[in-house]
Each structure stands twice: as structure tokens, then as C-alpha cells.
């Protein structure tokens, strides 16, 4: 099949002012806009007939993992071998 690569038609999505600001701020960048990044998504997910990731949901574990490493009261360590001896303290 044969696609133009005329843009003649318009997607409208709602998101968040925050998300897309900063999106916005990433992509440029790069040098894409977020309707170049939007042109792109679409013409790999026809292409691959899939999307060109996977949508994670994450369970309730990892999402009470995610809040633990969010709040910060996860040890910190100075040094990969301190990290380690801690790993290793109950072997």
C-alpha cells in the first residue's frame, strides 16, 4: 500500500498542561516537536502493526516500591562497595 506523506487530517488529545510542557521541552531538544514525535509514534505503530513499546502497569507492589523510592527514606550509600556489604550483610 502506497501512503502520501501529505498530512491531511488532525489527532486532538487532552494532557496534562505539566506532561506536555515538559514533553515539549525534551523533544525540542532533540529538535522534534510534538506533533513530529505524534507523526512518528503512528508510523511505527502501523508499521509494526503494535506499539513500539511495552504498556507496563505496574502492580501493587512496584507501585508501593515506586512511592517507597519516591519519599526518600531509602538508604543511601556512599560508595558501590558500601552498597554491596549492605546487599551481602545477611549471607
Known amino acids: 500500500m502506497v501512503r502520501s506523506t501529505i498530512a491531511d487530517d ?15 521541552a525534551i523533544l525540542a531538544s532533540i529538535g522534534l516537536t510534538p506533533s ?19 504498556p507496563l502497569v505496574p502492580n501493587e507492589t512496584t507501585i508501593a516500591a515506586i512511592r517507597e523510592a519516591r519519599s526518600a527514606d ?6 558501590v562497595e558500601d552498597l554491596m ?6 549471607d
Not at 74 to 79: G, W
Not at 85 to 90: E, I, K, P
Open 10 to 24: 488532525v489527532v486532538r488529545a487532552r494532557v496534562n498542561s505539566e506532561v506536555k510542557q515538559e514533553a515539549a
Open 36 to 54: 513530529d514525535a505524534y507523526r512518528m509514534l503512528l508510523a511505527r505503530i502501523v508499521e509494526e502493526r503494535a506499539l513500539p513499546f511495552e
Open 85 to 90: 556489604s549492605d546487599l551481602n550483610a545477611d
Open 74 to 79: 531509602l538508604p543511601r550509600f556512599a560508595s
